[in-house]
């Protein structure tokens, strides 16, 4: 049953084939038996296992939605009560949320079961998973790569059939990027489609909750769910919900698809432009037209980014310093000194890192000529998109410029590692919602076609990824071992 769709196992568990125990049970055996990919932070046989009775009782009354009883692995950045929440971080690693995140309460109220907490970059700063004070997550596909990150402990469990689905969160591709390199599908939803109440701060105006699934019609399904205004986030949006699962097989003739020359340039890996390539070459032949555009300022999404999420991430990181929750030094001559060695002791190196960076970028005198200046590129980076859209229903291209790469190749060089997010990043700055499916393998590693969309188009999206994923199969390849 591990093999299996959100969308089949919630047949299955309505007709009685199996219970939500023992799809649970068979979830918790996995994870337990593939503890060496690191996937998950925490795991709580008996939370899970009961919120599974509960919904065997729901499922036995005919009472269940969809999605009563399936099993879901959760990013360990949403607040979880009762439940450990790190952030894959030492500040936070014995921090118990008093109250969930609404993403939380909507998979609970929904009926889902969490099967555990997953494996992140330290406060969702990173690209490979290898910033997490639990240590790094290792990828399905070869164990001596990068999964991606920062979800890439949901990416990696999914991939691996620890878990049929798994949440995230994208501020900079961190739901796309470890989707492409781990072979599953990552829809980063526009921002303010999904409440960020309850989700660890890394850079407000840029971080949002998605999905990671098999199938872009699971996607659907969990975005019913997660999707919608939420009166404890003053960012999200109050805008009707789709039923996401409703045209999915839309057919797609006409579709006219911009192909950004910028996406296609040096830095793209040879046999990653040749898979983008032969996926173009389907969406042609179901209809769709082939459009070359320019967004002239992609060479500054990444500089733009490197400004404007380290300094939100200085001020919202401001909140761990040993007073209220999370570690606290044990020894120290008064409050300063406290707030000093706590601090020091509880982040990671990435983590100061961008603390400096936009303590700096903040600060008086540099402000206007960094922080101010990257805002300005913001609305630029923006505006390309805006006009890129008259022309254009969507854009496609690579979701990142190689396949995954090696555990420890870019952790000495962090422009090399920020560069991993070339493709995923502008849209983050301009609050678009995009998807990342599987498209093909390179060398035995999967590779990822990127789909991005206007404002709310998320339902479009997934009709263009599940049309995709009608004619292909790279979607249901299983990696070796995990099958
Ligand atoms: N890799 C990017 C960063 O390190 C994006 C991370 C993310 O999306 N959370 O900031």
């Not at 049970?25 to 008996?46: G, H, M, S, W």
């Not at 969930?100 to 990173?126: H, P, R, W, Y």
């Not at 470890?178 to 989700?199: E, F």
């Not at 206007?454 to 339902?459: D, M």
């Amino acid at each position: 049953m591990h093999s299996k769709t959100i969308k089949q196992l919630s047949a299955d568990l309505h007709r009685g084939s199996f219970s939500s125990v023992e799809l649970t049970q068979c979830y918790l055996d996995r994870i337990d038996r593939n503890q060496k990919l690191n996937a998950f932070i925490t795991v709580d046989p008996e939370v899970s296992l009961t919120q599974a009775r509960a919904a065997d009782e729901l499922l036995k009354k005919s009472d269940g939605t969809l999605l009563t009883g399936i099993p879901l692995a959760h990013k360990d950045i949403f607040c979880t009560e009762g439940m450990l929440t790190t952030c894959g971080s030492k500040m936070l690693h014995n921090f118990i949320a008093p109250y969930s995140a609404t993403l939380i309460e909507n998979c609970q109220q929904a009926g889902m079961v969490c099967l555990g907490k997953t494996n992140m970059d330290e406060f969702a700063m990173g690209s490979s998973n290898e910033t997490s004070y639990y240590g790094p997550v290792k990828n399905p596909w070869n164990e001596k790569m990068v999964p991606g990150g920062s979800s890439g402990g949901s990416a990696a469990a999914v991939s691996a059939r620890l878990a049929p689905a798994g949440t995230g969160t994208d501020t900079g591709g961190s739901i796309r990027q470890p989707a492409a390199l781990c072979g599953i599908t990552g829809l980063k939803p526009t921002y303010g489609r999904v409440s960020r109440y309850g989700m660890v701060a890394f850079a407000s105006s840029l971080d949002q909750a998605g999905t990671l699934t098999q199938t872009a019609e699971d996607a659907a399904l969990l975005m019913n769910v997660i999707a919608g205004f939420d009166t404890k986030d003053s960012t999200s949006v109050d805008e009707p919900v789709p039923d996401y699962l409703h045209g999915l097989s839309n057919d797609l003739d006409g579709l006219r698809v911009g192909l950004p020359k910028q996406f296609f340039d040096d830095g793209l890996h040879s046999d990653v432009a040749k898979i983008v390539a032969e996926a173009l070459k389907l969406f042609e032949k179901q209809g769709a037209t082939l459009i070359d555009i320019d967004l002239p300022n992609s060479d500054l999404c990444v500089p733009c980014y490197y400004v404007i999420a380290p300094s939100e991430a200085s001020s919202n990181l401001s909140r761990f310093d040993g007073v209220r929750y999370g570690h606290r030094s044990e020894s120290y001559q008064d409050l300063v000194d406290m707030y000093m060695k706590t601090r020091a002791e509880g982040f990671g190196v990435e983590v100061k890192r961008r603390i400096m960076i936009g303590t700096y970028a903040l600060s008086a005198g540099y402000y206007d000529a960094y922080y101010l200046k990257a805002q300005k590129l913001r609305r630029l980076i923006t505006q390309d998109f805006d006009q890129a859209f008259e022309q254009v229903d969507v854009i496609m291209g690579p979701t990142t410029p190689t396949p995954a790469f090696e555990l420890g190749a870019k952790t000495e060089d962090p422009i090399a590692m920020y560069l991993n997010d070339i493709y995923t990043i502008s849209v983050n700055l301009s609050g678009l919602p995009g998807i990342s499916i599987p498209a093909g393998f390179a060398q035995g590693l999967p590779v990822g076609l990127q789909i991005i969309g206007p404002y709310f188009t998320e339902g479009k999206l997934l009709n263009i990824a599940h049309r995709f994923q009608m004619e292909t199969d790279w979607h249901k390849k299983i990696p070796r071992g995990f099958d």
